[in-house]
């Protein structure tokens, strides 16, 4: 625990202007980051009296170990600059929300020469046109096929099209008048993006213009004795309003709205959202949050305006936001919507009326989200405090280990020779930290040297780092097993980091090997950073062996180590003849089990994606410059590997994209890689002529 007395900037040193600031942790990672109108009083109320500070707070200033912060001109550039630092840097003392669930949307593909409308979950991607988010992914299907009779915008995969406009046949709903069947050319490409932007408008909630045109031509065609026209478009008037009875109207026509409530107790809170378009919910979404800060509602509300519209534009940002609480920065909050919805922004709490009513429901469906998450997650808490306490008292640590690294090997018959690092926290898997390594120090197969290989590469790369940063004072380097001191091990004195501005790092390129070349300190999640409290290896005495002597070598000292058995489910410690048996039931055993699992799972798909690779490689691979356009583009001409190979010089060059050195240098490659040995009939005694295949 570090004295906040260690780092306090010294008095004036702060500038009294807008800025953010950051809290650095011992190993320069950044766990809070912060905006203020006036950096000097923000940034001095961390550095009073401990008792006086919250606990959340008080924790927060005794975990860092150094404070920094960046002057900008305006309280709008702050509050832009805070989301892009908290979303680079995923402080752990800054509220996250994080979805209950993945939110499916309704979808429109504009940036496709035929849009297609689909649902989609995860990221949203440029040039398409999200509506919702929805409850279910059926309620999209059902809301999409009443519009289809009416707006036949195409649904299909890219394969189904493809393989429509290469038969010349339409799909199903082609047939039936759901998709007006731009894959064999009935509407053109200009028809069908029409008829794309109309279900957009459709959909965005401008309804009453369509209905009353299907309507008309409805009357006309009766008027004209077409009654069957009229009969199809009466049925399609109809589809579209049961499409809009999906969405029940609960505002007055035309409110573009989103509706925000919070409900939270002294350790959680849940946020629910209603996106309220042309008067009616078109969508509804949850967050849930671990009150790690001390922040109260309008800081709540503020983190999730800044999550919600942080990489939202134009109409997706609404013209009005309600909230129960203001922001404390509410007019520099309202001129940041503003800008990226391109129009004036209105962030207000509703008052009376109907938008008053609507927020009590959406408040109600926070508080039971609030309770269902509570009541899943309780149990989940306390198992997995559980399992923490049952691996320390089993294995003799001292405290609880918060952070797990586990290591498998995996290889085929002794090739491509792989390991795996999967990260556990609290219980949780970490996958963003997840790790893999080729094994390089020798050949063939040897699991126990190729664990001391992995140990020993990790945990020298994270002595790199904290050298490298300043955290420990160079030392000359023992030799290994000598015991001596190294960079970086315990029981050096720290070096006390600065405060004050530190400017931007540069950054250098990331070497193509499993382990990137090091990169100046920047707070960024990096691959070998931090130091695990236990080290789990899949094996028995010679793996945990090996792990050990490659910490032994390195001088590390503070972190524990075991090793996981597959046959019995033996926990292995060092030096130790007989192994720890954990009880079958135990969630400690259950936990240790599931990080092993992880290993082996992510270790194998590795191996066998590095053996796919493998398998589908072409002597093509090795001419530089040589790109996958260009090596389909010489494959196509000849047909074959094996037909290139006998090309001469001048006949590559005919090739379009393929100049004379290039060619060169596609001959050379193709004659320095003998061709594989002929295939011959058992039954026969024949040689078979091999193509050796249509791609490289």
Same mark, same amino acid.
């Given at each position: ?41 923000? !940034? ?16 927060? *200033? ?8 960046? !002057? ?9 600059? $805070?989301?892009? #630092? ?25 940036? +496709? ?154 350790? $959680? ?18 967050? *849930? ?32 936001? &309600? ?9 520099? *909050? ?55 306490? $049952?691996? /320390? ?34 219980? &949780? ?33 994270? &002595? ?9 004072? +160079? ?41 990137? +070349? ?17 080290? *789990? ?34 926990? #292995? ?67 074959? !590997? ?21 060619? +060169? ?8 890689? /003998?061709? /594989? ?20």
């Amino acid at each position: 625990m570090a004295d906040p007395s260690s780092y306090r900037p010294k008095p004036g040193q702060i500038p009294d202007s807008p800025g953010v600031y950051k809290f650095r942790d011992e190993h320069r990672r950044v766990i809070y980051v912060g905006k203020a109108k006036n950096l000097r009083q923000r !940034v001095a109320n961390y550095f009073q009296d401990l008792a006086n500070l919250h606990p959340r707070t008080r924790t927060m *200033v005794t975990t860092a170990a150094s404070v920094e912060w960046t !002057v900008v001109s305006t309280e709008v550039e702050a509050l832009q600059l $805070e989301y892009s #630092w908290i979303k680079e840097f995923d402080p752990r003392f800054n509220v996250k929300y994080r979805d209950d669930k993945s939110y499916p949307y309704l979808a429109v593909t504009l940036n +496709e020469e035929f849009p297609r409308v689909q649902v989609m979950r995860g990221a949203k991607k440029k040039g398409v046109r999200y509506f919702g988010p929805y409850g279910h992914a059926w309620a999209i299907r059902e809301t999409v096929d009443l519009m289809l009779r009416v707006f036949p915008v195409r649904t299909c995969s890219a394969g189904v099209f493809r393989n429509a406009a290469r038969t010349g046949r339409p799909c199903l709903l082609g047939y039936i008048g759901k998709c007006s069947a731009p894959c064999v050319g009935r509407v053109t490409p200009e028809e069908h993006r029409e008829l794309a932007v109309d279900f957009c408008d459709f959909m965005a909630g401008r309804t009453g213009t369509y209905i009353r045109r299907l309507e008309k031509d409805m009357m006309q065609a009766a008027e004209e004795m077409e009654y069957e026209r009229a009969a199809r478009l009466r049925d399609d008037a109809e589809a579209l309003k049961r499409a809009m009875e999906k969405s029940a109207v609960v505002l007055a026509d035309a409110t573009d709205a989103d509706l925000i409530a919070v409900a939270e107790d002294e350790l $959680e809170a849940a946020l629910q959202i209603f996106h309220v378009r042309g008067g009616r919910v078109r969508g509804q979404r949850g967050w *849930v949050t671990d009150k790690v800060e001390a922040v109260d509602t309008s800081g709540l509300v503020e983190h999730a305006l800044q999550q919600l519209y942080g990489e939202e534009r134009g109409d997706a940002v609404p013209k009005e936001v &309600l909230v129960p609480a203001l922001p404390e920065d509410a007019e520099a *909050v309202s001129q940041w919507l503003a800008e990226r919805r391109g129009s004036q922004v209105s962030l207000r709490i509703p008052q009376r009326g109907d938008k008053k009513d609507l927020m009590v429901t959406v408040q109600r469906n926070a508080q039971q989200a609030l309770g269902l998450h509570k009541t899943k997650r309780a149990s989940d808490l306390t198992t997995r405090s559980r399992a923490l306490e $049952e691996i /320390a008292e089993a294995l003799g640590l001292d405290t609880a280990p918060l952070r797990i690294e586990c290591y498998d090997i995996s290889h085929l018959q002794g090739d491509d020779v792989v390991a795996s690092m999967v990260v556990f926290e609290d219980g &949780l898997a970490r996958k963003s930290e997840y790790r893999r390594f080729q094994i390089k120090g020798f050949e063939g197969q040897d699991d126990v040297r190729s664990m001391h290989e992995v140990i020993g590469r990790r945990f020298k790369r994270y &002595l790199q780092d904290k050298e490298r940063t300043g955290e420990w004072e +160079e030392a000359p380097e023992a030799a290994p097993g000598a015991g001596g001191p190294v960079p970086g091990a315990p029981g050096q004195a720290p070096v006390p980091a600065a405060t004050g501005p530190v400017p931007a790092p540069a950054l250098t390129a990331a070497s193509p090997d499993d382990e990137p +070349e090091p990169r100046e300190d920047d707070g960024r999640p990096k691959r070998f950073a931090y130091p695990p409290q236990l080290v *789990v290896v899949d094996g028995g005495q010679p793996q945990v062996a090996a792990a050990k002597r490659a910490l032994d070598e390195l001088g590390i000292d503070d972190i524990a180590v075991c090793g996981l058995a597959k046959r019995l489910e033996e926990v #292995w410690l060092p030096d130790d003849d007989d192994p720890v048996v954990l009880p079958r039931s135990s969630e400690g055993l259950y936990l240790l089990q599931r990080v092993r699992d992880e290993a082996h799972r992510f270790a194998i798909a590795y191996q066998r994606a590095k053996r796919a690779k493998r398998i589908r490689s072409s002597p093509l691979d090795d001419v530089a410059g040589l790109g996958e356009t260009r090596k389909q583009a010489l494959i196509k001409h000849f047909g074959s !590997v094996k037909k290139l190979r006998q090309a001469t010089i001048d006949e590559i060059c005919e090739v379009p994209g393929i100049g004379r050195r290039t060619a +060169e240098s596609v001959a050379a490659a193709l004659a320095s890689t /003998a061709p /594989a040995a002929p295939a011959v009939n058992t039954a026969t005694g024949e040689i078979i002529e091999e193509d050796d295949g249509g791609s490289p």
